[in-house]
C-alpha cells in the first residue's frame, strides 16, 4: 500500500513531512509520498483554465440553496481559480460543495493510482460544505473521505462548533461593536485558531481518519478518546487529538497492530 | 481689515457657470469614469490621474467620501488592517496601532486626507450626479455612464422630464459599494449574474476582494464592496484597507488597459 499526500494552498504552520511520518509509524510497511500542490502534479497548463472553472462552478452561494449543477462562473472567479491552482494566491474564504470538489481533485488524482493500492489525502485551505437533505441546508465540513480523501485546514476551525458561550459573548460583542480579537484571547486554547501551532499534530489524526476510510471503510470511532472521533465540537476535537490518554481506542489500535506484524 | 474685492451677484454666478461648463465640456469624454467617491474609487481616481490619466468621478451625494468617514455602528473611528497602513502613510493620515496588524485613524482626518490627495492629483468631480445607465457600444462594451442630477430622481417622475446626458470614457471603474450599480446595469440587460454578498467574515473578505478585483466585463472594473456583490464575497464590516488597496489593484488594472 501507498499512501499520497498533497498539500492545497495549506498554512506554512502544518508541515506535511511530520504528518508523512506519522503515517509510516502508525501504518508500518507503507510507503508515502509528500506531492505538494496536486495540479503541479498531474496537471498539464493548457487544462489550468479548464480545472479553474470547474471549481469556480461549484461555489455555494447561499447555504440554504442547494446546488444542483454547475453553475456559470463570472470572469473574475475563473481567474482568482486560476490564481489559486498555480500557486499564486493562498487567500481563501470561499465556500465550495464538497463533493463536487471531491470530484474534481478525483480526476487529477493519476488514472493508475486510483485504486485499494493507494490512499490519497489532499490538505487543502478551501472551505466546503455538504447538503443536508434533513434541515435542507449546507453544512461546513472538516473532511470528504473517498478518492482522494479531502481534509480542509479552514474547514478544521470553522466546521466544529466552538464553545457555546464563545458565541453568545461573540453577539454581545458584535452589538457593542467591540473587537473579537478580544473575544478570541479569552477563549485562547478553547479552539484551533487560524495561525495555530498544534494544527499539524491534530491533522495527523485526521490524516488517520482517511486511512481507516480506506482499510475498513469507516473513518470514524464512538469513542471520544480515539483520534477517529468524529467531533463537532472544538473542545471534542482537542480532547479526541490533544488531550486524550490514548491516540486509538482498542479496537482501532489492534487493526493497526496487524498492519505492523500482518 | 482688507477689504472683499467689490464683485456683484452676475460676476458670481458667471464665474460659477463658466467653469462648471468648461469643466463639464472637458470632461464628457475622459480616459476613466469612476462611479462613486467612497474610499475604492477615490484611491482608484487618485492614482489614475497621478499617472497623467484624465478621471473623472460620478458621486451621487454631495459630499465625497462614501462610508469613509465613519467606521462601525456611527462612530468615527475607522480601521484598517495591515498591510493596508502602507496607504496610510503614503497620504500623512495618523493611526495607531490598537492591536497586531489592526490600526485605527480618525475618519474625518483618513477621509479629508484622501479627497485632497485625489483633487490634488488632478481627479475630477461630478457630485449629486446619479448614475442612471450605462453606454454600451455594438459589440456589448461598455463605454460610458449615462447620468443625472440626483435630485430629479427624488421627484415623481409625473412632474419630472428631465433626460439624461452621456459622457464618454476608454474604462470605467464601478465603486459604488454593495450596491454594484453599474455592474447590476448590465445584470438587468442579461450580459452578466452577480452572486450577491456573502456573510460578514472580517477575517478573509479583504483578501478576496483584492483577488477579486478585476475586469468583469469588457470596459467595466469593478473595485472595493461592488465587488463583493458581483462574485459573492463574504461581507467585510467596518474595516477599510482592502477599499484602499482594491482601489489601487483597480487602477493599475485600468493603466494596463490604457496602453
Known amino acids: 500500500m501507498e499512501a499520497i499526500l498533497y498539500d492545497e494552498g495549506t498554512p506554512q504552520e502544518l508541515d506535511m513531512e511530520k504528518i508523512a511520518r506519522y503515517v509510516v509509524q502508525k501504518m508500518g510497511k507503507v510507503k508515502v509520498e509528500v506531492r505538494g500542490n496536486p495540479f503541479a502534479f498531474n496537471v498539464p497548463q493548457d487544462k489550468v483554465s479548464d480545472y479553474a472553472r470547474k471549481i469556480a462552478s461549484i461555489k455555494i452561494q447561499g447555504v440554504s440553496q442547494e446546488i444542483l449543477s454547475e453553475q456559470q462562473p463570472l470572469y473574475g472567479e475563473i481567474e482568482y481559480e486560476k490564481r489559486r491552482i498555480l500557486g499564486k494566491t493562498k487567500s481563501f474564504g470561499i465556500l465550495y460543495e464538497g463533493f463536487h470538489l471531491q470530484r474534481i481533485f478525483r480526476e487529477i488524482v493519476p488514472r493508475e493510482e486510483r485504486s485499494l493500492e493507494f490512499v490519497h489525502i489532499l490538505f487543502t485551505s478551501r472551505l466546503f460544505a455538504t447538503w443536508d437533505d434533513g434541515d435542507k441546508r449546507y453544512h461546513l465540513r472538516t473532511s470528504v473521505y473517498g478518492i482522494p480523501s479531502i481534509i480542509s485546514t479552514t474547514g478544521l476551525i470553522e466546521a466544529p462548533a466552538r464553545p457555546r458561550e464563545y458565541y453568545l459573548l461573540k453577539q454581545q460583542y458584535e452589538r457593542l461593536g467591540r473587537d473579537l480579537l478580544e473575544l478570541k484571547e479569552r477563549f485562547k486554547g478553547r479552539f484551533i485558531d487560524y495561525e495555530d501551532g498544534r494544527l499539524t499534530e491534530v491533522l495527523k489524526g485526521y490524516a488517520m481518519q482517511a486511512v481507516f476510510y480506506h482499510l475498513v471503510d469507516n473513518p470514524f470511532c464512538e469513542d471520544k478518546g480515539c483520534r477517529l472521533y468524529n467531533a463537532h465540537w472544538q473542545e471534542e476535537l482537542i480532547f479526541a487529538q490533544l488531550g486524550s490518554k490514548y491516540e486509538f481506542c482498542g479496537r482501532h489500535e489492534e487493526v493497526l497492530d496487524d498492519l505492523h506484524t500482518g | ?259
Not at chain 2, 42 to 60: F, H
Not at chain 2, 152 to 176: H, Q
Not at chain 2, 223 to 249: C, D, I, K, N
Open chain 2, 1 to 259: 481689515m482688507e477689504k472683499f474685492s467689490p464683485v456683484g451677484e452676475k460676476d458670481v454666478t458667471r464665474a460659477i457657470v463658466t467653469e462648471f461648463a468648461k469643466q463639464f465640456v472637458e470632461y464628457v469624454e475622459s480616459d476613466c469614469i469612476i462611479i462613486g467617491a467612497g474610499p475604492s474609487g477615490l484611491m482608484a481616481g487618485r492614482n489614475l490621474a497621478k499617472a497623467g490619466k484624465k478621471v473623472l468621478i460620478v458621486e451621487r451625494n454631495n459630499y465625497l467620501g462614501g462610508g469613509f468617514w465613519i467606521g462601525g455602528y456611527l462612530m468615527n473611528k475607522v480601521t484598517v488592517r495591515h498591510p493596508a497602513e502602507r496607504v496610510l502613510d503614503e497620504l500623512g493620515i495618523p493611526y495607531k496601532e490598537v492591536s497586531a496588524g489592526l490600526l485605527v485613524a480618525d475618519g474625518p482626518h483618513a477621509c479629508s486626507k484622501l479627497i485632497a490627495s485625489a483633487c490634488d492629483s488632478g481627479v475630477k468631480f461630478a457630485n449629486m450626479t446619479a448614475f442612471d445607465d450605462l453606454v454600451l457600444k455594438e459589440d456589448g462594451r461598455v463605454c460610458g455612464a449615462v447620468i443625472n442630477w440626483t435630485p430629479i430622481s427624488a421627484l415623481p417622475r409625473e412632474i419630472t422630464c428631465v433626460d439624461p446626458v452621456a459622457i464618454e470614457s476608454e474604462i470605467m471603474i464601478d465603486a459604488t459599494g454593495h450596491d454594484a450599480q453599474v455592474v447590476k446595469k448590465l445584470e438587468e440587460r442579461g450580459l452578466i449574474k452577480t452572486k450577491g454578498f456573502g456573510a460578514m467574515w472580517v477575517e478573509r473578505s479583504e483578501d478576496l476582494i483584492i483577488e477579486h478585483t478585476n475586469e468583469v466585463h469588457p470596459g467595466l472594473i469593478v473595485s472595493g464592496m461592488a465587488v463583493a456583490t458581483t462574485y459573492g464575497l463574504p461581507r467585510m464590516g467596518p474595516t477599510f484597507g482592502a477599499m484602499l488597496l482594491s482601489g489601487e489593484v483597480a487602477a493599475e488594472l485600468v493603466l494596463e488597459k490604457l496602453k
